[in-house]
């Protein structure tokens, strides 16, 4: 990404030494020396700067992170992360890996505003409740918007897809066309499958490139999961 210079020009013909001395040859440019304080205040004391661990969670639930920068940080990543692995499966496997941590912290806040600002917080017991609020939920809070769709498969009843048209984590990042398969959403699959184990509903995710003419991007998340949760489901009905 390429990243904005700026310069400070300079449009007298004085140097440097001019400008900064205060008692340079110019007169206009010469301050007069002000009186000493320093004996009768004393040292002054250090800037404290706000600690960013002391502010309440709750009142930062609204904030939002630059796009830009969090583009940025994460094309690092994957740039870091390209250079230290052997083949694609081993890419995505990192991502993944990086993602589940960032889940896991993400599910335990969401947990700890919801048990402080609702009087009965609820637990979810089923599984597709728990699937739709993370497709609400979590995606807003993460990636600032909704999922695009939710889809269970007609052919695995233990597989379920979010879908999204246009990812937050893959917006900046050009993937080359020998890594064409690649799929940097791994890291948002990732994400998921913290959650989802966090909530006792323990699978596993991956992400597919499923592009379409009008969502060249539109990534899968595909979700399969555990038989046991299979058998839970079955004791509700």
Known sequence: MASTRFSVLSSSSLSS???LSPTGSSGRFSLPSAPSI????????PLVRPNIYDRPLNKTRSAEVS????????SEI??????????????????????????????????????????????EIRFLPALMSIHNNVWKAVFGKTADGVEKSVENAD???????????????????????????????????????GLGFPARVTAHNTPNVDHPSRTT?????????????ELFK
């Open 78 to 123: 994957v740039q870091y992360t390209q250079k230290r692995v052997g083949g694609i499966n081993d890419f995505e496997r990192r991502l993944n890996t990086l993602g589940y941590r960032i889940g896991t912290r993400v599910l335990e806040l969401m947990i700890w505003r919801t048990e402080g600002s609702s009087k009965a917080p609820k637990r």
């Open 159 to 197: 597989e379920y897809m979010i879908i999204d048209n246009d990812p937050v984590v893959t917006r900046s990042i050009s993937v080359p066309r020998e890594l064409s398969q690649l799929s940097c959403s791994s890291f948002t699959a990732g994400l998921v499958e913290a959650v989802l184990d």
């Open 221 to 233: 998340i595909l979700i399969k999961l555990d038989k046991s949760v299979l058998d839970r489901e």
């Open 38 to 45: 320093t004996t009768a205040v004393g040292p002054s004391k």
């Open 17 to 19: 030494a001019e400008l």
């Open 67 to 74: 796009a830009s920068a969090f583009a940025f940080l994460f």
